[in-house]
């Protein structure tokens, strides 16, 4: 390849950015001694900063977060005690602006907020009608893990399983969606950190589609806000949060039916917890083990319908994470 110099006035913004994209262009495929690097990496510790698009009309970067919340440091109001949690965050999705942050950048284990994106990536490379079969590794041991009766042999739908994901938040459950999208667990995981780096969520590492603690899983507020941001965009993943009761039949290895009835884990669609007046909870994804503390993730809408995603990360009870969640959401009619 020969390498060229050009000489040229810079009369204009758009002749100095081409003039350094060349540069790169030509440090980036042998030509030139002089060598840049993007502004964006996967080893950021803020995950909002990312530029990856160029429109070469306009002559500028389109920043990787244009639609998006962008916040960097905490934002704190005399109204909220978050002095019981590790992180929180209140996202105005219209407006794309931050109401509330605490430590939305810190890695913290998600517990079950991780079947979030367990449920998304499931939703966008399967089927509501796709059938599983659940293998020997539904059967968790592991002290305190949730689960939902599932027995390896047993038959359901995505959509089936998906509500037991969501509702009762079964760690089988997550186990047979794994597998009968991805074949293995480590499989799917690895689709879930693909689709983490997608969406920008770069202090995000997944191992397993469940939450069970694990030295490298771990999300932040951030990162779970950029993920729930993502699942609201899919109309099953929204009617299941917000179911309140759920009741389905699947059947055993042996064909027989099985009936099974769940409630939803979230206090505010159970009725137990009263959000702020004006805001209504649309659903949501609770997360609790010794090592995450208690978690909660929650899409709202405001009087006029205007959406907003908050995330408490580490609570220190369950009564605590509620009562700090509604001091958090009285902020939108502040």
């Known amino acids: 390849m020969k390498c060229t110099n050009k000489k040229a006035k810079i009369g204009s913004v758009k002749k100095i950015l081409t003039t350094v994209i060349l540069t790169v262009v030509m440090a980036l495929t042998g030509c030139g001694q002089a060598q840049y690097a993007l502004g964006y990496s ?20 389109e920043p990787f977060a244009a639609d998006l919340c962008v916040v960097n440091s905490n934002i704190t109001s005399g109204d909220v005690d978050m002095t019981a949690a590790s992180g929180a965050g209140l996202f105005d999705l219209n407006n794309h602006s931050t109401l509330y942050a605490k430590n ?30 659940a293998s ?36 089988d459950a997550a186990v047979m969606i794994a597998e009968g999208i991805a074949g293995s667990v480590e499989a799917f995981a690895n689709m879930m ?23 490298n899983h771990y999300t932040t507020v951030y990162d779970m806000y950029l993920i729930m941001n993502e699942a609201i965009n899919y109309t ?26 769940i409630t939803n884990t979230n206090r505010y669609i159970q009725g137990t917890a009263t959000a702020p007046s004006g805001v209504t909870i649309m659903g ?10 208690h978690c909660l993730v929650l899409f709202s809408k405001d009087s006029s319908s205007n959406p907003y ?16 969640m509604t001091d958090l959401l009285e902020e939108i009619n502040n």
């Open 42 to 61: 996967v080893d950021s510790e803020v995950s909002s900063f990312r530029v990856v698009d160029l429109e070469e009309e306009r002559g500028i970067a």
């Open 104 to 133: 939305v950048h810190e890695r913290l284990y998600p517990a079950s907020l991780t079947k979030v994106m367990t449920a998304l990536v499931a939703i966008k490379h399967g089927s509501n009608d796709m059938m599983l079969t």
């Open 136 to 171: 020997a590794n539904v059967r968790i041991q592991e002290s305190g893990a949730q689960l939902s009766g599932i027995k390896e042999g047993d038959q359901m739908t995505l959509d089936q399983a998906l509500h037991l994901l969501l509702l009762n938040s079964g760690n």
């Open 193 to 215: 950190n693909e689709e983490a780096l997608a969406l920008g969520a770069t202090n995000t590492h997944f191992v397993n589609p469940h939450g069970l603690p694990d030295d």
């Open 236 to 261: 099953s993943f929204n009617e299941i949060i917000h179911t309140g009761e759920y009741t389905t039949v699947y059947t055993d290895k042996n064909g027989a039916s099985k009936e099974i009835t």
């Open 284 to 293: 949501g994804k609770t997360g609790t083990t010794n090592a995450a503390g």
């Open 309 to 324: 995603i908050s995330i408490i990360m580490r609570a220190e009870s369950g009564d605590l994470l509620y009562s700090q």
